[in-house]
């Protein structure tokens, strides 16, 4: 009998508990990215208080920067609905991937 087999579990939890779930934090960090980057986030701050569609005609400058910041603060505003409902589904995934094996083991001991 080889040495490996009695770490066994002990492997399989250090994975299951440790390996796992950093790999899928750092998964949903990826994809968090890329969500702030399909929403270009990052040029809808830097550009917040410039007119819309660069219009700076005589007259139109205030009227554009007003109907700029509106637009933009919608857009800002939808993307921190859809990011906040992303994070709640990526808590939920790794909440339940972490009790998993647990609720397994429980209802296999139940006999439901």
């Known amino acids: 009998m080889s040495m490996q087999y009695p770490l066994l579990p002990l492997v399989i939890a250090k994975f299951w ?7 899928l ?15 270009s986030l990052g040029l809808l701050f830097k550009t917040f208080f410039q ?12 009227f554009s920067i007003g109907m700029g910041i ?3 603060s919608i857009l800002i505003s939808i993307f921190l609905l859809c ?25 296999f001991f139940l006999n439901i």
Not at 18 to 23: I, K, M
Not at 51 to 62: A, C, D, F, M, T
Not at 83 to 99: G, H, K, P, R, T
């Open 17 to 23: 508990y440790l390996d796992a779930p950093l790999g």
């Open 83 to 107: 990011f906040l409902f992303l994070l709640v589904l990526e808590f939920l995934f790794l909440f339940s991937f972490i009790l998993l094996p647990i609720f397994s083991v429980v209802l």
């Open 70 to 72: 509106f637009i933009k």
């Open 25 to 39: 934090v750092s998964y949903f960090g990826s994809v968090n990215g890329s969500f702030a980057r399909l929403f």
């Open 51 to 62: 007119p819309i569609k660069n219009e700076y005609r005589q007259g139109l400058v205030g």
